[in-house]
C-alpha cells in the first residue's frame, strides 16, 4: 500500500529534551515536506527537500532541523524543544520535484511542557 | 511574495445543496491549483487539481479557475453530511531553486441533513 508513515503519532515531552519525528514514504518520491497546523495559522511549511541530501528551509524553519539521508525517509528534529513548538505535525511527499499533487503522513501530535 | 486567502467560514448549506468555496492567491504567475479536503483529527487529502482557466468536472466535484481574476473555487454539488471537512486551497510557488505549496487557511464546511 502507498503511504507516508510518521513516528510517534503522539508525544507529550519537556522542554529542552531533544527529539525526533521519523517520517517515511514507499512511494519512490523525489519530494518531501514537514507542516506544522496550528488553529488559526493553517498549514505552515517548515522544511522541505528536493531530493536526497537537497534541504531547504520553508516558512516557519526557526527550531528545527532536517536531514534527508535517503530517499524514502524525511526525519525533522526538535534539538531543544520549547512550549511554542507544541502543535500538529505532517510529513507530505511528492511525486514532482517541484512538490505539487503532495500526499500527507497521519500526523503527529506534540505536545511540550 | 505569497498569498492563498479563504473564507474561514464555517459554510453551512443544506443537505443536497451545491457548496461554493472560494480561493484568491497573490501570484499572477501560478500554474497549478490544488484543493484538499481534511477531515477534523486527520491529515489533508487531495481531492481536485487544475491548470487551464475554465472548469474542471470530478464526480460531484467541479473546479474553477479564472487567472485573470487570480480566483480559484470549488463547488460540491448534491453536498452531502460526509462532506462535512475544511477545505484547503493550495498553490505552488517556485522561484530563485525555491519549491513550496503554500496554503490558504482553509473554509470548514457544514452540511446539514
Known amino acids: 500500500e502507498a503511504q507516508v508513515t510518521q513516528n510517534p503519532r503522539y508525544l507529550i515531552t519537556v522542554t529542552g529534551k531533544k527529539l525526533t519525528v521519523t517520517c517515511s514514504q514507499n512511494?519512490?518520491?523525489?519530494?518531501m515536506s514537514w507542516y506544522r497546523q496550528d488553529p488559526g495559522l493553517g498549514l505552515r511549511q517548515i522544511y522541505y527537500?528536493?531530493?536526497?541530501?537537497?534541504?531547504d528551509k520553508g516558512d516557519v524553519p526557526e527550531g528545527y532541523k532536517v536531514s534527508r539521508k535517503e530517499k524514502r525517509n524525511f526525519p525533522l528534529i526538535l534539538e531543544s524543544p520549547s512550549p511554542n513548538q507544541t502543535s500538529l505535525y505532517f510529513c507530505?511527499?511528492?511525486?514532482?520535484?517541484?512538490?505539487?499533487?503532495?500526499?500527507f503522513g497521519p500526523g503527529t501530535r506534540l505536545t511540550v511542557t | 511574495q505569497k498569498e492563498v486567502e479563504q473564507n474561514s467560514g464555517p459554510l453551512s448549506v443544506p443537505e443536497g445543496a451545491i457548496a461554493s468555496l472560494n480561493c484568491t492567491y497573490s501570484?499572477?504567475?501560478?500554474?497549478?491549483f490544488f484543493w484538499y479536503r481534511q477531515y477534523s483529527g486527520k491529515s489533508p487529502e487531495l481531492i481536485m487539481f487544475?491548470?487551464?482557466?475554465g472548469d474542471k468536472e470530478d464526480g460531484r466535484f467541479t473546479a474553477q479557475l479564472n487567472k485573470a481574476s487570480q480566483y480559484v473555487s470549488l463547488l460540491i454539488r448534491d453536498s452531502q453530511p460526509s462532506d462535512s471537512a475544511t477545505y484547503l486551497c493550495?498553490?505552488?510557488?517556485?522561484?530563485?531553486?525555491?519549491?513550496?505549496?503554500?496554503f490558504g487557511k482553509g473554509t470548514k464546511l457544514s452540511v446539514i441533513p
Open positions: 527537500s528536493m531530493n536526497v541530501e537537497v534541504t
Open positions: 493550495a498553490v505552488p510557488y517556485s522561484g530563485a531553486g525555491s519549491y513550496q505549496l503554500t
Open positions: 487544475i491548470y487551464s482557466n
Open positions: 501570484d499572477r504567475g501560478s500554474q497549478s
Open positions: 507530505a511527499s511528492s511525486f514532482a520535484p517541484s512538490g505539487e499533487e503532495q500526499y
Open positions: 512511494m519512490n518520491h523525489e519530494y
